[in-house]
């Protein structure tokens, strides 16, 4: 802990920001000088850990390595105060590292996704209900449901708790029951270095190692994962006894239809329940519709046969009958408890952009201002002009 502080008294805002970054892998605006210089005094004195420096020297890579210890260390101190604990401290400090310039613009809301997932872990593994023998309090195993009930207000639980599959035959089992034996066991997040390392045994050496999952950038209709252990916590953890969380992370105000397919990570072993999560993060303040939402369809008849060839031949279909997606909305407390009063901070870091003119030193002359955007905005739309005229559907984004 003394390390990752930066020193045996250090309690400083960087103190904080290099725990939490070393948890929920915060991006960094590799642009901004003060960004560049905050990075160089995490390396310097908390613990990050340079990847590459180009032959140029301009610059570096770094980030924090996956590391249970240096997690567990971060998640005491994270929780050090219990006048300030991880969910009052979380969005402070993504909220003045983004003040400050220093916050990437891409995947904010994958980001706001990651801190509540950290946030509700945390809040679960300090609940006494869930005490652990280990010596470890934040790098150990934790029950799916109690994990969920931290996660989820008393309301949006109860809906979640009695859903049913995607293929839903008579006695198909709820999802509390379904998931009575899951544990989840992650202090941090890891990027994934490429598509294919998307997989259930990627996700079980993770399991192992108490890791949740970035998937690789720009990975389509995937975001984050989180394994799952099905059966006692003593059990040896295999891949025959691992399923997993799939969560799909949308920051757009007004939300389309999602359903998560479970075959981007592969064949699920036979029998056990997976989850998926899309998280509609951006929906606008007026939003008036359900905070929670179960996709499910409800199928007549009798439950078909485990050895039937119909069965056999359709995997899918099998796999869909333990398969529960919920899509939940809103970033507020109604949706996640572990907010708090802090929905004005989650708001600015899924809504605010930056624009070419954010600093611009004669700010407050709105004539020369509006001059120069006017030219810029004109520049820019005659830009556009010509690259339809070449490939319309290089415009396609605008849509």
């Keep these: 802990m003394m390390k990752l502080r930066g020193g045996a008294s250090s309690n400083g805002s960087r103190a904080y920001l290099a725990a939490l970054d070393s948890r929920v892998l915060i991006g960094f605006d590799p642009v901004h000088t003060l960004s560049r210089l905050d990075q160089t005094e995490l390396v310097k004195s908390h613990m990050r850990s340079i990847y590459n420096i180009p032959e140029s020297r301009e610059y570096m890579s770094s980030g924090y390595p996956s590391e249970p210890v240096l997690s567990e260390a971060a998640g005491r101190i994270l929780n050090s105060s219990p006048d300030k604990p991880i969910d009052d ?9 983004q003040n400050n310039g220093l916050l990437a613009k891409g995947e904010r809301g994958e980001l706001v996704a990651r801190t509540l997932l950290t946030v509700a872990h945390d809040k679960a593994a300090n609940d006494p209900s869930t005490s652990w023998t280990a010596h470890t309090q934040y790098h150990r195993p934790i029950k799916l449901m109690d994990f969920l009930k931290n996660l989820l207000a008393p309301e ?35 990027r994934l270095g490429d598509y294919k390392s998307f997989d259930f045994r990627c996700a079980t050496e993770l399991l192992e190692r108490g890791a949740a999952i970035q998937t ?10 989180i394994p799952l252990h099905n059966g006692d916590v003593g059990s040896v953890i295999d891949l025959k006894t691992t399923s997993g969380i799939q969560v799909q992370v949308r920051n757009v105000r007004n939300p389309s239809p999602v359903v998560p397919k479970l075959s981007l990570i592969g064949e699920c072993p036979a029998g056990l329940p997976m989850l998926s999560i899309v998280m509609q993060l951006g929906v606008d303040d007026d939003y008036k519709g359900p905070l929670v939402e179960v996709i499910t369809e409800l199928k007549g008849g009798s439950t078909p046969a485990g050895n039937t060839r119909s069965t056999e031949s359709d995997l899918e279909a099998d796999v869909e009958r333990r398969h529960y997606i919920i899509v939940l909305y809103g970033y507020t407390e109604q949706t996640y408890p572990c907010i708090g009063m802090h929905a004005s901070e989650y708001h600015s870091l899924l809504r605010t952009e930056r624009f070419p003119f954010d600093g611009y030193p004669r700010g407050s002359q709105t004539t020369d201002l509006k001059r120069n955007r006017t030219m810029f905005d004109d ?21």
């Design 89 to 97: 401290k979380a969005p402070e400090i993504l909220l003045s590292i």
């Design 156 to 190: 949006v639980l109860e809906k979640v708790c009695e859903a049913t599959p995607f293929r839903a035959y008579p006695g198909a089992l709820k999802l509390e029951a379904a998931f009575a034996d899951a544990w989840i066991n992650f202090s941090h997040f890891v």
């Design 216 to 225: 690789y950038d720009c990975q389509p209709d995937q975001d984050l994962a």
């Design 379 to 399: 520049a820019v739309h005659e830009l556009k002009s010509m690259v339809y005229l070449y490939d319309p559907s290089c415009m396609a984004w605008q849509d």
